[in-house]
């Protein structure tokens, strides 16, 4: 699939991330340029962070091309994300020029300024020109808002949703879609809280984030307050919430005039609060923390993590073949590392067991084969660790059956840099075959034993 | 340490629970007879999602007492927190009630609707009385904001932050303090969404949790948009971003109608998106992604992530002693199960290698010894799993040094769950002393080896 990408500032660089990991090709034009910069550190990010959001491997990465014209970026692709800056005049012209050059691809505007029915007034484009509006980083928040002709929003929710991202079709369209609505509210407050010297930027951020962030960034706004409201229920809740929406509590009637003081304020408070760290770096910690929560809520199968689930699951799984067989392709993720970087002892283990789930699955001593009360069991494993493993690295191991004979099955597993080919660790495993009723050995079944039998031999020459 | 509860609702109980579980006793006085049934719940729900974000113990827990008088209550604690109904002549009274039975104590109000000075005009109390406003679930959010006179704030700041808690001293008051105003901000935006039909209250939520929540769950709102601006830095970015709050994005401007109709839709949609859990079975899936991400943050070493960090450091250091010792005191957290609820193989290694870390430096072979390069190498582990270990269980682990002479060092260490005795798992790991230099074995320095013939003859006898 082919996308292609116009603008390259942070948005258009966090979407040609999510495009190019997920294996499509990409074409970006933008005049400006330092572009080719500006999306390269964006993808320097989203490689760094989005792979290790996975238990195994994403698509190989698509093909980035810069080209020097709108229409060559768009001719024959799948799909076109318009990025570039909010500027009524600017947009029209684009999709204008886009008619001519591809006939039938979705356009998704980034737009959080201007509704569909603005952007495509009297053009031919506008059946199929979308607002897309994504969240930054694109490439690790699963949101996108899609405003538009239901044809093309159902067509483009579709695609986004193989980018492993969450379409969230809005019913009307309005200023701002929904959650810049929220955001905008939030941004005023906070900047009357500044302007009255009530909290500093370093406090307001606190606020949020040691109390409301965390509920926020697995249940929003309702469920929350459904919790908060108990078994009387949301109707109940509301009704006793709302009248405190009278009191004299806001400010927010009026918006803050932005005079200079104020806007140097905000300036210097967030210096303050946050100027130790480069721009890069605060990205950076962002990211890991994203990652972190990402992983956590994925585990738990929750709101955002779940999204992620979903999307792995419709990765194709990895088919071993060969001698030896990649039985793991995968990013080593940062909670499988120590506070020292390493990747920890145990998850070694975890992975050589994972690699022979695989081989279990390829002789067919699967899920079904267990359920019927027939096992392998590891008695040995012996771990050579060969180098230091990081954060971050792609791996693969690759694994030869050295014996399988009667109830025996020896395996050797090698985990290597794929960028290298350096082998960093191997491990020999002994399991042998058992009753699960008797919890002793017995002989596997003959089709399965009959496939170990082959596969030996194939692996052994 | 003492404190008292006064008002036994969801936040009185969230109090309750953070004092207990911090080794706190507690006494409580609310007149409403459902008071000890509904803070026996909110107990419940921390006793299971508290302990799991440490990797250590908590203080033994403390003595919980409902009481049948105010006067009962305060007498003789040593912080008093109270979360009455929201009605000033209520709360005034309570605090006029306190003063004959207790001078000293700092007096925390947990309301959001009003200013210390409202709440303590007047009265004899109020150079003591603040404003300690938390957010729910209280055992699990460290934020509480603290308004009033700064001798009792910061003595409340104190005694808070031993309870892991993050005191945030709000410089003026104001109404709705801090957080509240940018939550009622949020609120009114998304009655109107709902109101005009825009979104649902589950696509406001997934608005939140898909995209800027799990932004917020880290860094806040203005650190977010200082990276949003680039080099160019915040002063910047709030000029460029300025403009758009005088677009007609809004309807801020007013406060949403709360007829029947509206209030009936937020009902039904709130049903329709979470109606298939209870309250109750909500509040648990809130605290497992609640654990789950400020595991993760605590991983990291960020944001509320860091709060626990410092808290566990401040909690005393396990010192084994005895034969068996204790090497472990802790529960097992929910990141360390498989998907079927057990914890995974990979983390009894983890455990028993913790297990041995704590024997290792109580006969000196410690982190600066390992400096010396010298350390003790595991060559073999065998474990033994006896029952199944699940999230949330309290553990300990028992370590006797089976033998101990020249080169040679084995332990036997037994995982007990703490409730009834049990044995979980146990593991006999043999250890040879080496030389980090040479990579072979070599004697251990005569003092380590002194203190390991002492520990083995005692733990053999």
């Given amino acids: 699939m082919r996308a292609a990408i116009l603008g390259g500032g942070v948005i258009g660089g966090g979407w040609a991330a999510r495009f190019l990991l997920n294996g499509w090709d990409v074409a970006v034009f933008d005049p400006d340029p330092e572009a080719e910069r500006k999306i390269g550190e964006v993808l320097d990010n989203s490689r760094r962070a989005l792979p290790m959001l996975y238990e195994t491997r ?3 990465e698509g093909q980035l091309r810069f080209v020097d014209s709108l229409e060559e970026a768009v001719t024959g692709v799948d799909y076109i994300q318009e990025s570039v800056p909010e500027t009524i005049d600017l947009k029209r012209n684009v999709y204008g020029r886009i008619e001519a050059a591809n006939r039938d691809a979705v356009i998704g505007s980034s737009t ?14 506008s059946d199929r020109l979308i607002v897309a509006h994504p969240f930054n980083p694109v490439y690790l928040l699963p949101l996108v808002e899609l405003v538009g002709p239901s044809v093309a929003t159902d067509k483009a929710a579709g695609l986004l949703r193989g980018l492993g991202m969450y379409p969230l079709t809005v019913r009307a369209e309005i200023d701002a879609h929904i959650a810049d609505r929220l955001l905008e509210a939030v941004w005023r407050e906070a900047l009357w809280l ?10 307001i951020d606190a606020a949020i984030r040691m109390g409301f962030g965390l509920r926020w960034a697995q249940m929003g706004l309702f469920e929350t307050y459904r919790i908060a409201g108990g078994e009387g229920g949301m109707a109940h809740f509301v009704r006793q919430f709302g ?3 009278k009191w004299p509590w806001t400010k927010l009637m009026d918006v803050p005039e932005l005079s200079d003081d104020l806007v140097d304020r905000i300036g210097q408070q967030s210096d303050a609060q946050s100027g130790a760290l480069s721009i890069r770096e605060l990205e950076r910690l962002r990211d890991r923390n994203l990652v972190a929560i990402l992983r956590a809520l994925k585990r738990e199968g929750s709101a955002a993590g779940q999204v992620i689930a979903d999307h792995e699951r419709s990765l194709p799984a990895i088919a071993p073949s060969g001698a030896p067989m990649v039985t793991i392709d995968r990013v080593i993720p940062s909670d499988w590392t120590d506070y020292n970087g390493h990747m920890n002892e145990s998850r070694y283990g975890q992975l050589w067991s994972d690699a022979a789930d695989v081989v279990m699955a390829h002789v067919g001593a699967d899920e079904a084969y267990v359920a019927k009360g027939l096992s392998y069991f590891t008695v040995e494993t012996v771990t050579t660790f060969l180098a230091e493993t990081h ?4 791996v693969q191991c690759e694994t030869r ?5 009667g109830k025996k099955l020896r395996l050797f597993h090698e985990m290597k840099r794929v960028s290298d080919g350096e082998v960093l660790a191997s491990c020999a495993q002994l399991l042998i075959h058992v009753s699960l009723e008797t919890r002793r050995s017995c002989a596997p079944e003959p089709d399965v034993l009959a496939r170990i039998e082959a596969l030996a031999r194939e692996h052994g020459a």
């Fill in 243 to 245: 009248p405190a929406l």
């Fill in 401 to 405: 059956m050295t014996e399988g004979a």
């Fill in 194 to 203: 500044v302007n009255d010297g009530v909290a500093t930027t370093e406090e």
């Fill in 391 to 394: 954060a971050g690295e792609h």
């Fill in 112 to 125: 959080s300024g201007f509704k569909p029915s603005e952007l495509g007034e009297g053009l031919e484009t």
């Fill in 58 to 60: 994403l698509p190989a």
